[in-house]
């Protein structure tokens, strides 16, 4: 089973599409920025203050997803931790990480760290005892003050810290092209969105695209769009609730996420083909048709990695000029308001061993300077609030930066938050519903059935 983190570690959009792993990466075609001397210094300084001046030396054994282009960057920006205090990253790439971390902790041989695009299973490992509680190590007050509430809640367990984000993706943003969008931008609200939507239906334009198609995580697509549903329209206290397993999936509040979901992707009005093409059609794919001639859609959904990777596949699309974007609006009265909360994903580190090394390098990662680093990168956006937009190299990036600094405060998305059985059993709930929309109350009490199994182990 692929664990969807964010950002696919392979994406070539027109093309066939081969997705080795997801996780919090950007697509392996952006290439991989060298950080400038001064933020290299000064991440060595970090570094050796991290270290507390001292030069411990030793391994410090790091399991993680991530191949190519991303493992490159990841290990430039641990470089300097390297050079600073002797201690050399050793990172050990999976392609099924939850499998093979869950056997190297049977047979008691956990790596020291563990970078996880599942935050819902270092959440399970931190309740079973098997991390290493890091707040003591860190500075929490500046912690509190540059990490988004909401990702620190995510990495507690009791009253103790256990996992820090080292980077972000705003999720579920409405992607357009400039030159033949004709909507709101950005809408006030949803209704005001789908008020436009219905309007071009009308007058025989198709909004939208939409694709669920992703191999054996198929339906993670539409799972996004229900999450930002349950985010937007029923509020963070029923999202927080319902992917810990507190509410019901046939509650009013998810049976009307899906709903809202249905409304678009099972309509052929709002979607050419629908419901067969949203199901057969690949999420990598489907926003091509913004750029078909004539254009299939006006409208397609996705994290902040899909403007600059369409702009290095399609020809002829740059940023900002023929693709663009706004954050999802807020939906109903419920929800929360236009530019509030977000929705977000990443990779949370996380320790299984009390050493010197795995104090020094987690608090290397709570740093400024290591976050400066990571948007230096161009692979990613740091999870660390004090980076300005600013660090960041393209338009796009900088732009999703000031939306996920502007938000007052985060949630990770749902799925990646799930038991891993509720999450498989959710995708694929996404695509029966799509098939069958009258059957959605006998889906949602499977979902229920399944829920009361997952959230027991």
């Not at 702009?311 to 900002?320: D, E, L, R, S």
């Not at 190299?393 to 405060?409: G, I």
Request: net charge neutral; glycine share 8%.
């Amino acid at each position: 089973m692929i664990r969807i983190g964010w950002k696919p570690t392979a994406v070539v959009l027109g093309s066939a599409l081969l997705v080795t792993a997801c996780s919090s990466s950007a697509p392996t075609t952006a290439p991989v920025p060298t950080a400038s001397g001064g933020l290299v210094a000064a991440a060595k300084a970090a570094a050796s203050t991290a270290a507390e001046g001292k030069h411990p030396g030793g391994t410090l054994d790091l399991m993680g997803e991530l191949t190519g282009a991303q493992l490159k960057a990841y290990l430039a920006t641990l470089k300097p931790f390297e050079d600073a205090t002797g201690i050399t990253v050793k990172y050990e790439t999976t392609a099924d990480l939850f499998a093979v971390l869950q056997t190297r902790i049977s047979g008691g041989k956990p790596p020291d760290v563990v970078s996880d695009p599942s935050a819902g299973q270092l959440q399970t490992l931190a309740q079973q005892g098997k991390l290493t509680p890091i707040d003591s190590w860190l500075n929490m007050d500046q912690v509190k003050s540059q990490f988004p509430a909401g990702l620190l809640n995510l990495g507690t367990s009791g009253s103790h810290l256990y996992g820090l984000f080292y980077n972000t993706s705003v999720q579920n943003l409405v992607w357009y092209d400039p030159k033949t969008y004709t909507g709101p931008k950005p809408p006030t609200s949803w209704t005001q969105l789908q008020d436009w939507a219905t309007q071009q239906a009308a007058a025989g334009h198709t909004p939208w695209c939409v694709g669920l198609e992703s191999g054996s995580a198929s339906g993670w697509p539409g799972a996004a769009w229900i999450e930002q549903f349950m985010l937007r329209q029923a509020g963070t206290a029923a999202y927080d609730a319902w992917w810990q397993g507190k509410l019901a999936w046939s509650s009013p509040q998810v049976k009307a996420a899906f709903q809202a979901f249905g409304q678009v992707a099972t309509n052929p009005r709002m979607v050419v083909g629908a419901p067969t093409s949203v199901l057969t059609t690949s999420f990598s794919t489907s926003p091509n048709g913004l750029y078909s001639k004539p254009a299939k859609c006006a409208l397609t959904v996705q994290a902040d990695w899909l403007g600059n990777t369409l702009a290095q596949t399609v020809p002829g699309v740059t940023p900002v000029n023929d693709i663009d974007f706004f954050t999802f609006p807020a939906v109903g009265s419920g929800g929360t308001s236009d530019g509030g909360v977000i929705e977000t994903s990443g990779e949370m580190l996380a320790t299984f061993r009390d050493t010197p090394q795995t104090r020094a390098f987690m608090r290397y990662l709570a740093t400024p300077q290591f976050a400066a680093m990571v948007a230096s990168s161009g692979q990613w956006l740091a999870a660390n609030k004090s980076v300005p937009s600013t660090s960041y190299s393209t338009v796009l990036e900088q732009k999703a930066a000031q939306a996920y600094d502007s938000a007052p405060d985060v949630r990770y998305t749902a799925q990646g938050s799930m038991p891993l059985a509720m999450e498989t059993a959710f995708f694929s709930a996404v695509l029966d519903y799509v098939k069958t929309p009258a059957h959605l109350d006998s889906i949602l009490a499977g979902l229920d059935r399944t829920a009361a199994t997952a959230y027991a182990k």
